[in-house]
């Protein structure tokens, strides 16, 4: 026993010739003992140019399921360092998850398969062996790499994108140094064996978003060529294969078919899916879906405002709040029922802001486009008389649901102009309010400020000749 302790304590003692700079002492277990397997151990020195591979379980299970064995050495290619300097880096994308990018100066390290970042220069087995420091590296087998001058607003930048989607963006302000790093990480990848089996090993490159995910599956499932890189994920193939013509081609025709399979806007409203809504659609569709002729929005508003809004003060000339009229143009957009006598439209502002809306997003107001110049040119007849005639001529003219609703809303304004003592709101001002609203030419031209002035003229002409302009006997 103590003959076997003694060979323990001298195995332990590493030999004094093995100490050098930089080298590196681990301890095997051994498995020699008939006694204890794990009860003696060894020292093992090795050489300073070498790597410190990562451990490998030693469970006895893991081995003979797996078949892995411990290599001896790491390959010439791994170690070999071809290349190291200063650059700017910024990482913009993890396994394909889109990062914030954030530019920081590294010590890059470059060897025959991959890049090493580094805070500084060192050595890179000896950091790695430091406790829960972790080196940042780049896979060059598969990479891509590429000028990337539109992912950010330095210049001389180039985008490193590894199989597992991972996009790292390299930057220096000197032309030669970049362009030398280029160079020697394109050789580098040129010169690695290319991965075909990556894919059916990992499921690094699935598309996370569902949507996306159905996209690529039709993309898939339409595939006729055989080829291994039609099974890659859609983000690799536009990334990798966009040099390839055929390849474009082929995406295209299948985006195109994706697109002329889906039903046109006209189905859509046929079948009920989608509809038109009211504001924002010309008048005669209004009414032709209400089944009248004076939509039945701007009826309900006009007797809201009638049953009480006529003695309220600066009616239709103050604002109500926007966000409470955009709310109610969304209900009556969404075909939902109406009731203006509920409590959160109890402001009558908020209604009249609604209906002026209204007539301020239709496609064509209620004085038609093609009539414009006509009713500028009576409202200029000296003659009172017949100025009014000639109005009256041409609001006859009008299609039926302009007419229709025209003679409803001066009704109403007419009834609110009646109360002007108590609501304030007189004809001419009322016809500030609604000439520019109801009447406008379909081109602005500089002679608007000339406009306003008769829009305003006839708005207030056809409220005091109301019951003459709207008479249904004939001159």
């Known amino acids: ?193 290319k991965e075909k089996s990556k894919m059916s090993r990992n499921n690094e490159y699935k598309i996370m978003r569902s949507s996306s995910s159905e996209l690529l599956s039709s993309f898939e499932t339409d595939s006729k060529d055989p080829k291994p890189e039609n099974r890659r994920s859609l983000i690799f193939r536009l990334n990798y294969s966009i040099s390839d013509t055929t390849e474009i081609n082929r995406v295209k025709s299948r985006l195109k078919k994706f697109i002329t399979r889906r039903p046109s806007l006209r189905t859509l409203q046929e079948k009920g899916i989608i509809k038109d809504q009211l504001f924002g659609s010309h008048l005669h569709k209004v009414c032709e879906r209400d089944g009248s002729t004076v939509p039945w929005f701007v009826r309900i508003c006009i007797n809201a405002v009638e049953k009480r809004g006529l003695d309220v003060d600066g009616i239709y000339r103050v604002s109500g709040n926007l966000a409470t009229i955009q709310k109610l143009r969304f209900v009556v957009n969404q075909e939902e029922k109406l009731n203006l006598d509920d409590s959160q439209w109890e402001d009558i502002h908020v209604v009249t802001g609604a209906l002026k809306m209204f007539f301020r997003e239709l496609p064509e107001p209620l004085f038609p486009y093609c009539f414009f110049e006509q009713f500028v040119e009576v409202i200029k007849i000296q003659d009172y008389t017949n100025r009014v005639k000639a109005v009256r001529n041409l609001v006859q003219k009008l299609p039926r649901p302009n007419y229709d609703t025209m003679k409803i809303l001066f009704q109403h304004l007419q009834k609110i102009a009646a109360k002007e003592n108590m609501n304030l709101m007189t004809p001419q001002s009322l016809g500030i309010v609604f000439g520019p609203t109801l009447l406008r030419p379909e081109k602005e031209t500089g002679s608007m400020a000339v406009y306003m002035m008769y829009q305003n003229q006839l708005v207030e002409l056809m409220l005091s000749e109301y019951s003459k302009i709207f008479s249904s006997e004939k001159d």
Request: with cysteine.
């Open 1 to 193: 026993m103590q003959q076997l302790a003694m060979s323990d304590t001298s195995a332990e003692k590493p030999h004094p010739s093995h100490h050098s700079t930089g080298a590196v002492q681990m301890r095997i277990r051994s498995v020699n003992s008939p006694h204890d397997r794990h009860s003696q151990s060894k020292s093992m020195i090795l050489p300073e140019n070498l790597k410190v591979i990562e451990p490998i379980s030693c469970h006895r299970r893991n081995h003979s399921q797996h078949n892995l064995t411990l290599p001896e050495f790491i390959s010439p290619l791994e170690q070999t360092v071809i290349k190291e300097g200063y650059l700017l880096k910024a990482k913009i994308a993890d396994g394909g998850k889109k990062l914030r990018k954030n530019w920081t100066s590294s010590w890059l390290v470059l060897t025959g398969q991959k890049i090493e970042f580094y805070k500084e220069p060192k050595q890179p087995a000896v950091a790695n062996l430091k406790a829960g420091y972790k080196t940042e590296w780049v896979d060059l087998r598969g990479a891509h790499l590429e000028w990337a001058k539109e992912k950010s607003s330095k210049k001389n930048v180039f985008q490193i994108t590894t199989l597992s989607g991972n996009e790292v963006l390299l930057q220096s302000d000197i032309e030669f140094v970049i362009l030398e790093w280029f160079h020697a990480i394109k050789n580098a990848i040129e010169k690695l064996p």
